[in-house]
């Protein structure tokens, strides 16, 4: 009975094995992408040689780059979150609804925390970046890019890129393949949301002030020579 049972189990776990890496894997790891996006170059491409995870996911956003990319420059566990299941990646933290003023200055070299502990492995560094337009990150045997690529006035398409090459000696490797293989994709199609709500919330401010000429309720106006002014409307709730 009990091997009939063994038999069984191991038939579904192959079965379902067959159906993530054939059907389900393929999918989300290019959520939102076009063929286009999926194959364009995105910056960081040569870092992490035969990467044995390579994910290009997208949005649209209903806002402009700089209205997209303050959001981005503030992510980080112990910053402003991940905009994504807080209770998950933030320890319960609720992930900032404002633009954070004295998280908007990164340069390369910038610590971008994954988690309490930081280090070369569990977290990521700016690597290079261009305000506005796109951001490099990298960690051991990974790095994440971002992408922001205008459509037209009112609209930006936002495409970002993680690569891992997996280290299968690694003592932690089963971690790494549960929160890579089953944690990454919730987790940032959840973020992709989320910094598309703030943004949009953004865009809609500066829309009401071009049309009535009067400004919005504003949580907090960051100013900076090279991002131009964006505001957070007070009240926005989190993704």
Known sequence: MFKKIGLGLA?????????????????????GATDEEVARAMPGDD?????TFNATRAITIRARPEEIWPWIVQIGFGRAGFYSYDLLDNLGKPSADRIILEL???????WIPMSGKVTEETAFRVMAFEPNQWMLW???????????ISIDEEHTRLIIRLKCHYRWARPTILTDLILMEIGDFPMMRKCL?????????????????????????SDVVVSDGDRGEVTANKGAGNA
């Open 104 to 110: 908007q200055q990164i340069e390369v070299g910038t």
């Open 11 to 31: 038939i579904l776990g192959g079965a379902s094995l067959g159906v993530y890496l054939r059907f389900i894997r393929p999918w989300q790891l290019r959520w």
């Open 47 to 51: 870092v992490v040689k035969r990467p």
């Open 138 to 148: 990298k960690k051991a045997a990974s790095t994440w890019a971002w992408k922001l």
């Open 193 to 217: 949301l989320g910094i598309e709500q703030r943004a949009e919330m953004l865009a809609a401010e500066r829309t009401r002030e071009a049309a009535t000429g009067q400004p919005g309720i």
